[in-house]
Every structure is written in structure tokens, then in C-alpha cells.
């Protein structure tokens, strides 16, 4: 089981080693405005981060080439996530999966229910510039999968932000079509609501953000909790 | 720690940084190299390896490393792939290795309930005792990332499970090879590296 935090820049390392301490099991470190804005990343804190991580540690926003991935992989991050660039460009996920393998490549999703259908959004980072992409979620989790995509982190933009508890019907659903892991996130408010996303919706890792950066959950009040609800997981 | 002179063995992919910083924090630096000279010199040697073992083992060929790892007598450490390229050879491509360990690394068959590539935290247990784990729980976890793994022979020092048994960790003679990445596996994970560091 993995649990990731997601942390839009400003306090990193201060952050980054409160969650290692507290016994994250990996760190998702995403630029939320870099696509939308059309700019990538800045690359020099990934640096900063490595040297005193001791965990996983994957770097999403703006990974629009196989050369944005590689200065990304080369500062020394683990995995490369993308979501509206491999909108744009679907080829680039076989291209990173070869050249990096499947294992360094993650797609985001940004899923929201729209007449009992699940539908893929893109530019999510920016209110005024997000926008339906065209395909149906679960059409684009299979497809992400055919090309290269190593784990599928599956945001479901209806729970987000709101801490109502993940939406264990669409990831029931998408785990069905998913056979690389799957990463819930969107809608964690309780130490409950991990609990339900494991055992209910059978995903890899529960994602959350808020929760963790406000405390209002300590990782390792969690991480003991799921062991009680017989959840495997690092102590 | 005494001044070690590691070699990491460049084979071509990306992510060595971790690897190097995780020495870092240990006191130690390695270098990145594949000039045998400078491999051959090194107190230990470290063979990453990441992405496809086919494509590895063209890098180390080109490089005229084949031969010269398999007749290195310092404490050697392969990780991740590295491990599957010390094995006879891979399912992945077909791919001919090394041949320090017999056996062939075989792929993970996906299940509802074991995605592939495993990627996680696994429970590892050692098999027999060795100086690499000293100071380190039985049934610690240590983190994963793959597709292919090493079937437990008598080389195995330690194993884990993902639908099957197989090699978390192999020794024989001068030569480890561990399926999890010790740089990214938490506080023990550091250990590990400095346990091998000792030998």
C-alpha cells in the first residue's frame, strides 16, 4: 500500500521530510498550473529533494517531451506522472514507457460524472481553462495501459477537495479495467474513508492532500489505524 | 565510514541520482563510470540498471563489460535490473546476461489484485543469515518496482512474494543482487547499502 501527498510547491522540503518522518511511502510533487500556462516545471528544487529522500518520489506538470522526462529523472525523481499533455499527445506515453520504462510512467486522470457516465477532463489546474478532452474514462484507462502507462492515478473531480470520502463506485469500476496499480485520489477526509478505498474499491495507494498538509491526519495514526482494519502497510 | 571508492557502472539509463545521493548520505560517493579500468580499481561496485535488460546488456556489451563483471572479485551490488542482469538471462527480449546467478528472470503474470509492474512496499524475508542484514528487522519492508524477478534458488538470501516466491536478494561468493531498490526503501533501505558498504 502506498499513501502519496501532493503538495502544490512553497514549504517542499520543510513538507517533504515532515511526511518521511511520519512514514509516507512515496511523495507526488505536482505543478498543477504548468500545463495550463504552457510552462514546464522548475526543475532545480527536484534536486534539492532527492538528496534527502530516503522514499519514492514522483514529479508531475508540464512533461510534455521525452526530454522534459529525462531532466526530470536525471535531478532525480523516480517516476514522471502526465495527464493533459498525454491528452494532447497520446503517442507520448508509448515513447516514454520505452525509453524509461513502463514502471517510470504515470497518467493522471481527471474523471468527473456527467449523465452516469464517466468523462476525462483536462487543464484541471486551472478553473477557467479546464475543459471536457473527448473520452469517456474508462476508454481512456484501457488506452493509457495499450500504451506504455505503468500506474494510473485515477482523480475523481466530483469527491475533490470537498473530503466526503473517496468515490469508491468509479474506482470499483476503473479497477475492473485496470491491471497496472491503481492510485486513488480525490475526497480523503477521514482515516475511514483510506480504509474504504482499499478494501472497497481494491486499489494499490490512496493519494490525499489536504488532510496531511493541515494534519488533520497524521500519517502514522493512519497507517497504524489500517493495520487494525487488517490493511497491509509499512509501519 | 573508512573512504570507500565506489564504482556505479553507467548503463545507460536515467534515475542514477538517487542511488548517488542515498551514498551521499551515507559519507560516501560513487562514481559513475564504464571504463574497466576504473571499475576494476574500485573497492565496490554497484551495477544499477534500468529500463529494458535487453537494452542494458547491448550498453554493457558495447562497453566491453560482460566478461569483466563476471571476473570482478570486490564486493559487487547489482539493484533492480541490475539483479536480472547478473542472472543467465531475462524473458525480457529474450535477453542473454551475465550469468553470475543461474536461473532466468521471469515475468509477473497480472491478476485482479496483483497489477504488474509491481510496484510497493514488500515484506522481505531472509532465508539464511548474512552480515547485509545485520541490524535489520526479518519481514522489513523494502520497496519494489518491476516486472521480471529471479526465482529463489539456493543463491537466495532473502525472498518475498507477489503471486509467487521469488529472489528479494541473492549472494554468492563476492556478488549481491537486490530486486528492491535499498535507495529508496526507507531507513533500512540506507542500512542495507551500509551494511554492504562494510563488506
Given at each position: 500500500?502506498?499513501?502519496?501527498?501532493?503538495?502544490?510547491?512553497?514549504?517542499?522540503?520543510?513538507?517533504?521530510?515532515?511526511?518521511?518522518?511520519?512514514?509516507?511511502?512515496?511523495?507526488?510533487?505536482?505543478?498543477?498550473?504548468?500545463?495550463?500556462?504552457?510552462?514546464?516545471?522548475?526543475?532545480?528544487?527536484?534536486?534539492?529533494?532527492?538528496?534527502?529522500?530516503?522514499?519514492?518520489?514522483?514529479?508531475?506538470?508540464?512533461?510534455?517531451?521525452?526530454?522534459?522526462?529525462?531532466?526530470?529523472l536525471?535531478?532525480g525523481?523516480?517516476?514522471?506522472?502526465?495527464?493533459?499533455?498525454?491528452?494532447?499527445?497520446?503517442?507520448?506515453?508509448?515513447?516514454?514507457?520505452?525509453?524509461?520504462?513502463?514502471?517510470?510512467?504515470?497518467?493522471?486522470?481527471?474523471s468527473?460524472?456527467?449523465?452516469?457516465?464517466?468523462?476525462?477532463?483536462?487543464?484541471?489546474?486551472?478553473?477557467?481553462?479546464?475543459?471536457?478532452?473527448?473520452?469517456?474514462?474508462?476508454?481512456?484507462?484501457?488506452?493509457?495501459?495499450?500504451?506504455?502507462?505503468?500506474?494510473?492515478?485515477?482523480?475523481?473531480?466530483?469527491?475533490?477537495?470537498?473530503?466526503?470520502?473517496?468515490?469508491?463506485?468509479?474506482?470499483?469500476?476503473?479497477?475492473?479495467?485496470?491491471?497496472?496499480?491503481?492510485?486513488?485520489?480525490?475526497?480523503?477526509?477521514?482515516?475511514?474513508?483510506?480504509?474504504?478505498?482499499?478494501?472497497?474499491?481494491?486499489?494499490?495507494?490512496?493519494?490525499?492532500?489536504?488532510?496531511?498538509?493541515?494534519?488533520?491526519?497524521?500519517?502514522?495514526?493512519?497507517?497504524?489505524?489500517?493495520?487494525?482494519?487488517?490493511?497491509?502497510?509499512?509501519? | 565510514?573508512?573512504?570507500?571508492?565506489?564504482a556505479?557502472?553507467?548503463?545507460?539509463?536515467a534515475?542514477?541520482?538517487?542511488?548517488?545521493?542515498?551514498?551521499?548520505?551515507?559519507?560516501?560517493?560513487?562514481?559513475?563510470?564504464?571504463?574497466?579500468?576504473?571499475?576494476?580499481?574500485?573497492?565496490?561496485?554497484?551495477?544499477?540498471?534500468?529500463?529494458?535488460?535487453?537494452?542494458?546488456?547491448?550498453?554493457?556489451?558495447?562497453?566491453?563489460?560482460?566478461?569483466?563483471?563476471?571476473?570482478?572479485r570486490?564486493?559487487f551490488?547489482?539493484?533492480?535490473?541490475?539483479?536480472?542482469?547478473?542472472?543467465?538471462?531475462?524473458?525480457?527480449?529474450?535477453?542473454?546476461?551475465?550469468?553470475?546467478?543461474?536461473?532466468?528472470?521471469?515475468?509477473?503474470?497480472a491478476?485482479?489484485?496483483?497489477?504488474?509492474?509491481?510496484?510497493?512496499?514488500?515484506?522481505?524475508?531472509?532465508?539464511?543469515?548474512?552480515?547485509?542484514?545485520?541490524?535489520?528487522?526479518?519481514?522489513?519492508?523494502?520497496?519494489?518496482?518491476?516486472?521480471?524477478?529471479?526465482?529463489?534458488?539456493?543463491?537466495?538470501?532473502?525472498?518475498?512474494?507477489?503471486?509467487?516466491?521469488?529472489?528479494?536478494?541473492?549472494?554468492?561468493?563476492?556478488?549481491?543482487?537486490?530486486?528492491?531498490?535499498?535507495?529508496?526503501s526507507?531507513?533500512?533501505?540506507?542500512?542495507?547499502?551500509?551494511?554492504?558498504?562494510?563488506?
Open positions: 500500500m502506498q499513501f502519496r501527498n501532493h503538495e502544490v510547491m512553497g514549504g517542499i522540503m520543510e513538507l517533504a521530510s515532515r511526511y518521511v518522518d511520519e512514514g509516507a511511502d512515496e511523495l507526488v510533487f505536482y505543478d498543477i498550473t504548468a500545463s495550463p500556462e504552457g510552462r514546464s516545471v522548475d526543475r532545480r528544487w527536484i534536486n534539492r529533494v532527492a538528496e534527502v529522500l530516503n522514499i519514492p518520489f514522483s514529479v508531475a506538470g508540464g512533461i510534455r517531451s521525452v526530454q522534459d522526462a529525462e531532466a526530470v536525471n535531478f525523481a523516480d517516476k514522471i506522472s502526465i495527464n493533459s499533455p498525454a491528452l494532447a499527445n497520446p503517442d507520448l506515453i508509448g515513447e516514454l514507457a520505452k525509453r524509461f520504462g513502463s514502471q517510470c510512467v504515470v497518467v493522471g486522470i481527471d468527473r460524472e456527467e449523465d452516469d457516465t464517466y468523462h476525462v477532463y483536462q487543464f484541471t489546474g486551472d478553473p477557467d481553462k479546464t475543459r471536457h478532452s473527448g473520452r469517456l474514462t474508462i476508454d481512456w484507462v484501457r488506452e493509457v495501459q495499450e500504451r506504455g502507462a505503468g500506474e494510473i492515478v485515477l482523480n475523481c473531480m466530483n469527491q475533490d477537495g470537498v473530503r466526503q470520502g473517496y468515490d469508491l463506485a468509479q474506482l470499483t469500476l476503473v479497477r475492473e479495467q485496470c491491471t497496472v496499480p491503481l492510485i486513488a485520489s480525490g475526497g480523503a477526509g477521514t482515516m475511514q474513508h483510506f480504509a474504504d478505498v482499499f478494501t472497497a474499491a481494491g486499489v494499490d495507494g490512496g493519494l490525499a492532500a489536504s488532510v496531511f498538509h493541515s494534519a488533520a491526519i497524521n500519517i502514522q495514526a493512519l497507517k497504524k489505524y489500517l493495520r487494525k482494519q487488517s490493511v497491509e502497510v509499512r509501519l | 565510514m573508512t573512504a570507500k571508492t565506489v556505479i557502472i553507467d548503463g545507460g539509463g534515475n542514477i541520482a538517487s542511488l548517488n545521493f542515498a551514498l551521499a548520505r551515507l559519507g560516501c560517493s560513487g562514481e559513475l563510470t564504464v571504463d574497466p579500468a576504473r571499475i576494476s580499481a574500485a573497492s565496490h561496485v554497484i551495477l544499477p540498471g534500468v529500463g529494458d535488460a535487453a537494452d542494458c546488456m547491448t550498453r554493457l556489451r558495447d562497453a566491453n563489460l560482460v566478461d569483466l563483471i563476471g571476473s570482478l570486490q564486493p551490488l547489482g539493484i533492480c535490473v541490475g539483479l536480472q542482469l547478473l542472472l543467465d538471462g531475462s524473458e525480457e527480449n529474450q535477453a542473454r546476461c551475465i550469468g553470475v546467478f543461474p536461473g532466468l528472470a521471469r515475468r509477473f503474470a491478476a485482479r489484485g496483483r497489477p504488474v509492474p509491481h510496484m510497493g512496499w514488500n515484506r522481505v524475508h531472509r532465508r539464511r543469515e548474512s552480515p547485509l542484514f545485520a541490524d535489520i528487522p526479518d519481514g522489513t519492508h523494502f520497496y519494489f518496482v518491476h516486472s521480471y524477478a529471479a526465482d529463489v534458488t539456493s543463491d537466495t538470501l532473502a525472498s518475498t512474494d507477489y503471486g509467487r516466491s521469488f529472489a528479494a536478494v541473492l549472494e554468492r561468493d563476492n556478488f549481491v543482487a537486490a530486486q528492491f531498490h535499498p535507495e529508496r526507507s531507513r533500512q533501505g540506507a542500512q542495507f547499502l551500509e551494511n554492504f558498504l562494510r563488506t
